[in-house]
């Protein structure tokens, strides 16, 4: 086997890999998209990283066999078929369609992450605000039962003082008639 056709070989399994690795990693998006969960509870940050570390890395390795079989189109002591050049030419094109389509992938995948990381973000603020009013509206009715309260201890304070006055009134109604009595006698 060539040095040519071992190549080819591997430069093909790093397309097909690559490939498969690409759409799993765009899926990806679009399952951050739907769920717009708290995206670091999910875990889908580190399955995301995982996934951007092994596609750059496949990435890599294809241009570096790239960069090998061109190296070996230009050796002039055992110059390449045309339809070697043909096929190290389409490898050359899949990898810039690949490289293309991987810086746009992660483009989208991190504005998916940034859009539920963001939402995310909104919630727990809503969430926030909505216990801060819920502690709030709490607080207000504890004040006006105090209120109603105080409000309650000045009535019955203030009927208090009315009986009071009144047993005063019936005392002195009743020393009033017994001096009325001494005097008349």
């Not at 397309?15 to 399952?31: I, Q």
Request: hydrophobic share 30%.
């Amino acid at each position: 086997m060539s040095e040519y056709d071992s190549l080819h070989r591997q430069c093909r399994t790093l397309e097909s890999l690559f490939d498969a690795k690409l759409t799993s990693y765009s899926r990806l998006a679009g399952t951050i998209t739907r769920n717009q969960d708290d995206v670091e509870a999910g875990g889908s940050a580190e399955r995301w990283k995982d996934l951007e570390v092994e596609v750059d890395e496949l990435l890599q390795k294809l241009q570096e066999i790239n960069d090998k079989l061109s190296t070996l189109s230009n050796d002039p002591d055992s110059p390449p078929s045309q339809s070697m050049l043909r096929a190290i030419q389409r490898h050359r094109e899949v990898y810039q369609d690949y490289a293309r389509e991987f810086r746009r992938t992660k483009t989208n995948v991190q504005q998916a992450l940034d859009q539920a990381n963001l939402l995310s973000g909104v919630r727990n603020d809503i969430d926030a605000y909505k216990s801060s009013a819920a502690d709030s509206l709490l607080a207000e009715r504890d004040h006006i039962s105090s209120s109603h309260r105080m409000t309650d201890d000045m009535l019955a304070q203030a009927y208090e003082t009315r009986a009071d006055f009144g047993r005063q009134r019936s005392t002195l109604s009743g020393i009033q008639s017994r001096m009325l009595g001494v005097v008349s006698t």
